[in-house]
């Protein structure tokens, strides 16, 4: 090979080098989420509506949430599984504690599916109606799931001005998974303004931004 030819290659390869890492740089960029597995747990189901106001459910709305936070993350890269896509809850007949068995088989769909994360999407009620805002809750089982509950609470109270406060929770379904996640509280439908902005497309998409945005800084950490 003649020096000429030589330098002409060392050009080329370094110039395919360039361009490749470029592409996968745009790739991450744009797929954040590229292969994580990803579980979004609406609540309740079917026999159980979960908490409600009139006819207006937790079960339909956090329904039409999770299908939203579905297709955020998925556009995002993630593999998104639900725990329920209908109105339907996951107990069987031969269920004697059929909230049990529900609970029960949603986390073994996590482990079944290898998940990654888990996003459980529940609205509060109060007595008191002044009581309002999104709101995060773990289980110390392990150290991701304050980390990922801490960014998602801030990002609650930044984007969305809630003044609500990081807690926990020792529920059955969380204390029996080490699978990291969360249970979300999306607002309060005892509110009348939030029993309204949560029956919103609008609202409904910008809660999952937030969701979506936590889930990205969550993973790039
Ligand atoms: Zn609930």
Redesign the pocket.
């Known amino acids: 090979m003649t020096k000429t030819k030589y330098k002409l290659l060392v050009i080329s390869l370094f110039l395919i080098g360039i361009i490749t890492l470029t592409k996968v740089d745009a790739i991450t960029n744009e797929l954040p989420l590229l292969g994580r597995v990803i579980f979004v747990d609406p ?2 189901g079917g026999r159980d509506p ?2 409600s106001y009139g006819k207006i459910q ?1 079960k339909d709305i ?1 329904l039409e949430i999770s299908n939203i936070l579905r297709d955020q993350l998925s556009e995002k890269g993630a593999i998104v599984y639900m725990t329920r896509e209908t109105d339907t809850d996951l107990s069987s007949e031969w269920d004697e504690r059929k909230k049990r068995g529900d609970l029960y088989r949603r986390i073994l769909m996590y482990k079944k599916y290898n998940a990654e994360l888990y996003l459980s999407i ?2 509060n009620y109060y007595q008191d109606t002044s009581e309002s805002g999104a709101e995060v809750l773990y289980h110390p089982i392990n150290a991701q799931n304050k980390i990922f509950a801490t960014i998602l609470m801030n990002n609650f109270k930044t984007a969305l001005g809630s003044r609500r406060k990081l807690k926990t929770t020792d529920l059955y379904m969380y204390q029996n998974t080490t699978v990291p996640g969360v249970l979300i ?1 999306c607002g309060f439908l005892s509110n009348p303004n939030e029993r309204y902005l949560l029956q919103q497309e609008s609202y409904q998409r910008k809660l999952s931004q937030v969701i979506t945005d936590s889930v990205i800084t969550y993973f790039n950490n």
Request: charged residues 20%.
């Open positions: 609540g309740h979960g908490t937790e956090v529940h609205i509280e």
